[in-house]
């Protein structure tokens, strides 16, 4: 299941409602319902943010004409949630086993040592 996306605005917590993306060439903010997917170049709005938004001078806003809903859990989500938990939880699941690499190795900035053998 889907967790709850929440508004982009800085310090805001409420739950997103609406998304708005820039349309950069025509100068343009469009302010549409919320998006199923989110997108790295657009943002998720609180409905109090989503109504509120003001653009520079010269640039228009495109709202969505209408109240903003939020989003409800749909069955796929519900049964997607409920096969995960049934998958996790089987006993005959197959376990990838941990590989490492033997003698010394090196992550990032840190080197990794074999234990000292007793001579």
């Not at 508004?7 to 919320?34: E, F, I, K, M, Q």
């Not at 519900?78 to 590989?99: C, N, Y």
């Amino acid at each position: 299941m889907r967790s709850v996306r929440r508004c982009s605005r800085t310090g805001c917590v409420n739950p997103a409602v609406a998304t708005l993306t820039y349309a950069y060439a025509d100068s343009t903010a469009v302010v549409g319902p919320l998006a199923t997917y989110a997108e790295p170049h657009s943002y998720d709005l609180c409905e109090a943010h989503a109504l509120r938004l003001t653009v520079p001078n010269g640039w228009e806003v495109v709202r969505h004409e209408g109240e903003f809903a939020p989003p409800t859990p749909s069955d796929d989500d519900l049964t997607a949630l409920a096969e995960a938990v049934r998958e996790a939880g089987r006993p005959d699941r197959p376990v990838e086993p941990q590989v490492s690499a033997p003698g010394p190795g090196r992550r990032g900035h840190l080197r990794a040592l074999p234990d000292p053998v007793d001579e």
